[in-house]
């Protein structure tokens, strides 16, 4: 199954549902950072939830996602787009944590893995100023921080699941995950009916791995009312580029280019996106110097 996200209404127009399914994407960021699994399903649950909410605005338009915990992982960091294209980085992919007792025992215990800290939505409108909105952690286990973010931040009463399923040799065998947003006109009824669906519904990794596909999750969630508005490809892709790399190179101060020239001859840049490296040879960084100056 390719990952897609669909947006759609429910219930009247009382509610707006996006459903994703995101293995591959998830895949792809686990091979690129080589994450263990906790820390798999800590990126992987992020960059689900932000390739929906890239899908909230306009063409041009992006988000940042900060995720910053005292946990083992310490901090996240994704960016999204209109397109469903979303790329991440995190500061330690070489965590595995599991419960050790009690009903999850076994689970990846990804609350512990992230810890207490905050959530950080940094929004490029195309406008002068960018802006930013942020949110205590809640649990660290990503689906209730960002649940908790619309409510707080967006004022839009939200519910967010989101999972990711490792297999044994740390491969993602499934992941995917929903964003329910309550209308100003929901009724009463309607937010009964929603508790209960939520409340009561499988593990979104455990319904992907199933077979379910996002339509069948959201009729599950839109109790059979769902009207789909867009079908969307979501991807882990990275745009970064030499010439960007260049210009960050014309940043530097001119004692530290002037070193990178004639003591170490060359720099090399690694994406951290991507993890794809970049060498500028001596000649190149002599030029990227003459530049600025003229």
Same mark, same amino acid.
């Given at each position: 199954?390719?990952?897609?996200?669909?947006?759609?209404?429910?219930?009247?127009?009382?509610?707006?549902?996006?459903?994703?399914?995101?293995?591959?994407?998830?895949?792809?960021?686990?091979?690129?950072?080589?994450?263990?699994?906790?820390?798999?399903?800590?990126?992987?649950?992020?960059?689900?939830?932000?390739?929906?909410?890239?899908?909230?605005?306009?063409?041009?338009?992006?988000?940042?996602?900060?995720? +910053?915990?005292?946990?083992? $992982?310490? &901090?996240? =960091?994704?960016?999204?787009?209109?397109?469903?294209?979303?790329?991440?980085? *995190? @500061?330690?992919?070489?965590?595995?944590?599991?419960?050790?007792?009690?009903?999850?025992?076994?689970?990846?215990?990804?609350?512990?893995?992230?810890?207490?800290?905050?959530?950080?939505?940094?929004?490029?409108?195309?406008?002068?100023?960018?802006?930013?909105?942020?949110?205590?952690?809640?649990?660290?286990?990503?689906?209730?921080?960002?649940?908790?973010?619309?409510?707080?931040?967006?004022?839009?009463?939200?519910?967010?699941?989101?999972?990711?399923?490792?297999?044994?040799?740390?491969?993602?065998?499934?992941?995917?995950?929903?964003?329910?947003?309550?209308?100003?006109?929901?009724?009463?009824?309607?937010?009964?009916?929603?508790?209960?669906?939520?409340?009561?519904?499988?593990?979104?990794?455990?319904?992907?791995?199933?077979? +379910?596909?996002?339509?069948? $999750?959201? &009729?599950? =969630?839109?109790?059979?009312?769902?009207?789909?508005?867009?079908?969307?490809? *979501? @991807?882990?892709?990275?745009?970064?580029?030499?010439?960007?790399?260049?210009?960050?190179?014309?940043?530097?101060?001119?004692?530290?280019?002037?070193?990178?020239?004639?003591?170490?001859?060359?720099?090399?840049?690694?994406?951290?996106?991507?993890?794809?490296?970049?060498?500028?040879?001596?000649?190149?960084?002599?030029?990227?110097?003459?530049?600025?100056?003229?």
């Amino acid at each position: 199954m390719k990952d897609y996200a669909i947006k759609s209404y429910a219930y009247n127009k009382e509610v707006r549902i996006y459903v994703a399914t995101s293995t591959a994407l998830v895949e792809e960021a686990r091979k690129i950072h080589q994450t263990w699994p906790t820390a798999t399903a800590a990126l992987g649950r992020t960059l689900t939830v932000s390739a929906m909410m890239g899908l909230m605005y306009k063409e041009e338009e992006t988000i940042t996602v900060r995720i +910053k915990g005292d946990g083992p $992982i310490g &901090s996240m =960091l994704v960016e999204a787009n209109a397109l469903g294209e979303v790329r991440g980085e *995190i @500061s330690n992919p070489h965590v595995y944590l599991k419960y050790e007792d009690g009903p999850k025992k076994g689970k990846l215990n990804v609350g512990a893995a992230v810890g207490q800290g905050f959530l950080h939505v940094t929004k490029d409108l195309k406008m002068k100023d960018y802006f930013t909105s942020s949110s205590e952690l809640q649990t660290g286990e990503i689906g209730d921080d960002f649940t908790y973010y619309f409510a707080l931040s967006e004022q839009v009463p939200s519910s967010v699941g989101v999972g990711v399923l490792v297999d044994i040799d740390q491969h993602v065998l499934a992941a995917g995950g929903y964003i329910l947003q309550l209308m100003p006109n929901v009724k009463e009824e309607t937010i009964e009916k929603i508790e209960s669906i939520v409340q009561g519904i499988a593990p979104m990794s455990t319904l992907i791995q199933e077979g +379910k596909s996002p339509e069948d $999750i959201l &009729s599950i =969630l839109a109790s059979g009312t769902e009207q789909i508005l867009e079908k969307h490809p *979501i @991807s882990y892709r990275c745009h970064c580029t030499k010439d960007g790399f260049a210009r960050s190179l014309s940043a530097l101060d001119d004692q530290t280019l002037h070193d990178l020239i004639h003591e170490d001859g060359e720099a090399e840049i690694e994406c951290h996106f991507c993890r794809k490296k970049y060498l500028f040879h001596k000649e190149e960084l002599e030029h990227i110097r003459t530049s600025r100056k003229k």
